[in-house]
């Protein structure tokens, strides 16, 4: 990830979105810009213009922290945003650490334990949301992911690159807007994950949609929220979710439904059929597989 460039177009991403009238500045005659000028940032922030302008070049060697702060609040950055920038300008100095090479990940097995112990379904994923592991709930909730062509598993490379994603996800644009921007917040994070840039450089090439909504360089946090599935067996649902943070970089989500909902019983019959796979498999005439 080329950081000057990351910095700059942060910076000028954000401060198009934002309006003179959202910060109280006065507007005379027509604009060129359709958020605040270099000049108004600058402003705002308490800086030279020279400096915020050094700034959106991508030049962030030696920012301060009060002047981030500064910059983060005259461009009404939210809590992903402000992250987002402290982390780009965190990893600009002279001496950038190395590459790292993609490491074999592993799930303890106190944590599969713990997996196997939740009665919702539950999955382990890493930062690049890679899915490392599930309980049998989990991996029947998520069959459609774990049997996609498009392996390792790996909920960005699924929604993106196997067409049946779009059937899956009820919301599958809202969903897959929310993977860039928690794919953008975690590259800001980790600019020299090898195994990140890996992923963000072949969803780039493959996906259009992708290319489109990374270069909008949005940043969100993705911990809790509602996704509507639609899955092969039960059909329609609707679960809550959460994700947990682990040791090592890796997050469980579990997902869980309305007491007496129709989501609740049409879980409570994917708990039957990840019983009793090769069975209903039979039934229904597919070829039930997992994933290695």
């Not at 992903?80 to 965190?90: I, K, V």
């Not at 990940?105 to 592991?133: K, M």
Request: charged letters at 25%; a neutral charge; proline letters at 6%.
């Amino acid at each position: 990830m080329d950081l000057t460039n990351e910095i700059a177009e942060f910076l000028t991403s954000r401060r198009a979105k934002v309006t003179p009238d959202q910060v109280g500045l006065p507007t005379y005659g027509p604009r060129r810009v359709p958020g605040l000028r270099r000049e108004e940032v600058a402003s705002l922030a308490g800086v030279s213009v020279e400096y915020y302008k050094r700034l959106e070049r991508g030049n962030a060697s030696g920012v301060s922290e009060s002047v981030l702060e500064a910059l983060a609040q005259a461009l009404q950055l939210d809590d992903a945003e402000r992250a987002h920038l402290f982390d780009l300008a965190r990893a600009a100095n002279p001496i950038a650490p190395r590459r790292r090479r993609p490491v074999q990940q592993r799930v303890r097995p106190v944590v599969h334990r713990i997996l196997d112990s939740i009665t919702t379904p539950a999955i382990v994923r890493n930062s690049r949301v890679d899915y490392l592991a599930a309980n049998p709930l989990g991996r029947a909730l998520y069959a459609p992911l774990f049997e996609s062509r498009e392996q390792p598993a790996n909920s960005a490379r699924f929604t993106f690159l196997d067409p049946a994603a779009q059937d899956f996800y009820v919301d599958w644009e809202r969903v897959a807007k929310d993977l860039v921007a928690h794919l953008r917040s975690e590259a800001g994070r980790h600019p020299h994950d090898r195994g990140l840039s890996d992923l963000i450089g072949e969803l780039s090439v493959r996906s259009a949609e992708f290319g489109t909504w990374w270069a909008a360089h949005n940043v969100r946090y993705h911990q809790t929220g509602t996704k509507r599935l639609h899955h092969p067996i039960v059909g329609d649902l609707e679960l809550s979710y959460e994700v947990m943070e682990l040791a090592a970089r890796r997050g469980t989500t579990a997902g869980d439904s309305e007491p007496g909902s129709r989501s609740e019983a049409a879980l409570n019959l994917l708990a039957s059929w990840a019983a009793t796979p090769d069975q209903l498999a039979g039934e229904r005439g597919d070829d039930h597989r997992t994933a290695p």
